[in-house]
């Protein structure tokens, strides 16, 4: 029928990254216009993530006291990577940033604080959760030690003297 029009959609579901390009073909019984060609492109992107380590050793810490480590996040990706949570299971860790966006080509420093409550050896675990693809989910093992102030006397005794009553002798 003469003067009508049809909507087509056109999916582009690229498969690598990077600039793709192709044509549509219409072919009609038109004898005007015969076959018509629509070029089309599109760019697939994509986010990529990199941690810096698999683990981030604090050491010897004094109980009360905090020290921290570090780790970084990368994106190798032509995207910006979505980081929707970074979170530790053992509450004497704590990460900070708690989520990131890290632009393509680019990174994001996380810090990982240890304040130890008791002495002893503590472990936990990082997770990173992404939009990437195929490596959503990651994880760090994060490990310190608390240990608490030895005392030492210099002396096993001391001897005062004789002191008079009322005064006194160091």
Sequence with gaps: KGGGSETVTVTFKPTVTGAQSGTITVESDNAE????????????????????????????????SSASGTFAITNSGNKTLVVSSISVDNTVFTVSPSSASVAAGGSQTVTVSFRPTVSGAQSGTITVVSDDLDDGTLTVSVSGTGVSPEIKLSAGSVAIGDVAVGSSNT
């Design 33 to 64: 216009e015969g076959t018509l060609t629509l070029n089309v492109s599109g760019t697939g992107v994509l986010s990529e993530i990199e941690l810096s380590t698999g683990s981030v050793a604090i050491g010897n810490v004094a109980v009360g």
